[in-house]
C-alpha cells in the first residue's frame, strides 16, 4: 500500500468466540433487538431537524491504502451537535421523562408533546445528569432542553474549555471534577443516588442498564442509515468501529447482525492504546478495568471500564480488537481534511479517525491483514464520529506542525 501516514504500530487480538455463522440470539435480543431498533428509528427520525448524515466514498484513500472500497459516515453534522451521540443520550432523556409522567400522571404522553410544553409542570421537577468528555453530556444536555428538565453534567479536568461551553449552552449545569473519566462517571452516579437526579449514563453497571440500553438504541438510527445508504451496492465485507465504552461498537454490530446475519461485515473495535479496556478484556476473556489518567488525545474514547451490555455483544459479535497509538491521529485529521487524490475534505475531531487508523494500521501489517481478510477486494466502512466539537482546537491542530496542535 502507499503510506498516508508514517508507519505506526498496531496491537490486535482475535476474538475466538465470534462466528460468521452464529445466530443473533434471545440472549442478545433481550438486549438490543428489531422492536428497540424500530423504536429509536421511528422516534429520532420525526425531531426537528432530522436527516441522514452522509456516507462518503473515499476512492483515492481507498487506493492508496490498497483496497477496493472505502466510505466514511460522517457525523459532524448530526442535529447541529457535531457527533454521533445526539443520537443516544437525548433519546434516553425523552424515554426516561415519558415514564416518569405516565408513573405520576397516569397519561402515556409524547416527545412530540413534551417538547410543544406539555407536561411541563413535572419535567421542571426531575433533573438529569451525566459524566462525560464532551460529547454524551452534549446530547444530555441538549435532551434535557428539548424535553423541558434540568440537567447536571461532571466532566474530568482533561476536557476542554470549548467543550465545556458547548454543553453550557444548552443550559446545563457543567461542573469539573479531579480525576479521569471512570472517576466522573463514578462520582456522578455517586451523586445521583444522594441528590435524587436521574442518571442518563452510556455506560452500564450490573443493576443498571436500561438508560444505557436506550442510548444504544438511538445509536442504531446511523448504523441503519448506513444499511439503507449502501443498498443497491456490495455490503461492506469490513467495519471499524471506536470502542470507548462500548456502546456504539455493539450498537453497531448488533444492527448489522440482525440485518445481514451471516454475510455482516467482519467487525473490528479499535482503541487507542492509553485506553483499551476492550482490548485488554478481549485478551483475558471477561471485563477488567484499564487504570491510570487515560491520558489520551482521543478524549471521547478515554475509558478504562467497559460498559457490561455492550461486552455482552462485542465479546460474540466482533471480530477482533485493535489499539493505536495517539501519534496518529493529528496527522490523519490533516489527511482527511485535504483529501487524497481529489477525496473530498472531511472536517473530522480527534475521536473519529480512529477506525479508520485502525485499518490502515492493519494493512501496514501483512500477518494481522491476512489474518482479517483484508486485501486488494475489501469494502471498509469506518464511522467518522464527531466533526470539529471544539472548533478553536480543531484549527490549531489542522494548521499545526506535523503530530501537534499549534
Not at 137 to 157: N, T
Request: charged share 20%; net charge negative.
Amino acid at each position: 500500500m502507499s503510506r498516508v501516514i508514517p508507519p505506526f504500530e498496531v496491537q490486535a487480538v482475535r476474538n475466538s468466540n465470534a462466528r460468521a455463522d452464529a445466530t443473533y440470539g434471545p440472549e442478545l435480543r433481550a438486549l438490543l433487538n428489531e422492536a428497540g431498533i424500530a423504536a429509536a428509528w421511528e422516534e429520532i427520525s420525526s425531531w426537528p431537524g432530522y436527516a441522514p448524515t452522509p456516507l462518503v466514498r473515499l476512492p483515492g484513500l481507498a487506493a492508496a491504502a490498497g483496497i477496493h472500497d472505502l466510505r466514511y459516515k460522517d457525523e459532524g453534522g448530526r442535529f447541529g451537535l457535531g457527533s454521533f451521540k445526539a443520537l443516544g443520550g437525548a433519546y434516553a432523556v425523552g424515554r426516561l421523562l415519558l415514564g416518569e409522567v405516565e408513573a405520576r400522571s397516569g397519561v402515556r404522553s409524547t416527545t412530540a408533546e413534551l417538547r410543544a410544553g406539555g407536561h411541563r409542570d413535572i419535567a421542571r421537577e426531575i433533573t438529569v445528569c451525566t459524566a462525560t468528555d464532551g460529547n454524551h453530556g452534549r446530547s444530555v444536555a441538549w435532551g434535557a432542553q428539548l424535553f423541558g428538565c434540568k440537567c447536571i453534567i461532571y466532566i474530568p479536568a482533561t476536557v476542554s474549555e470549548g467543550r465545556k461551553a458547548a454543553m453550557e449552552r444548552f443550559g446545563a449545569d457543567v461542573r469539573w471534577i479531579e480525576g479521569n473519566y471512570d472517576d466522573s462517571v463514578r462520582q456522578v452516579a455517586d451523586d445521583a443516588e444522594r441528590n435524587g437526579w436521574y442518571l442518563v449514563s452510556d455506560t452500564s453497571h450490573p443493576g443498571y442498564t436500561i438508560p444505557p440500553l436506550d442510548v444504544m438504541h438511538g445509536y442504531t438510527v446511523m448504523a441503519g442509515e448506513t444499511i439503507r445508504q449502501s443498498m443497491g451496492d456490495a455490503a461492506p465485507t469490513h467495519a471499524f468501529v471506536q470502542g470507548g465504552v462500548g456502546g456504539l461498537a455493539a450498537a453497531v454490530c448488533a444492527c448489522f447482525w440482525q440485518s445481514y446475519g451471516s454475510a455482516r461485515p467482519r467487525l473490528i473495535v479499535v482503541e487507542p492504546n492509553k485506553a483499551a479496556c476492550f482490548y485488554e478484556s478481549a485478551r483475558v476473556g471477561a471485563p477488567v478495568t484499564v487504570t491510570g489518567d487515560l491520558d489520551t488525545v482521543m478524549g471521547g474514547l478515554a475509558s478504562g471500564e467497559v460498559s457490561r451490555v455492550a461486552w455482552e455483544v462485542l465479546s460474540v459479535g466482533a471480530d477482533a480488537f485493535l489499539t493505536v497509538p495517539d501519534e496518529t491521529t493529528f496527522e490523519l485529521m490533516r489527511v482527511l481534511a485535504r483529501g487524497v487524490d481529489g477525496d473530498p475534505s472531511i472536517v473530522a475531531g480527534e475521536s473519529a479517525i480512529a477506525g479508520l487508523a485502525g485499518l490502515l494500521g492493519a494493512l501496514e501489517t501483512p500477518a494481522l491483514a491476512s489474518d482479517l481478510g483484508l486485501g486488494p477486494d475489501s469494502r471498509v466502512l469506518v464511522f467518522g464520529t464527531e466533526g470539529a466539537t471544539d472548533p478553536e482546537l480543531y484549527q490549531a491542530i489542522i494548521g499545526g506542525p506535523s503530530g501537534a496542535p499549534a
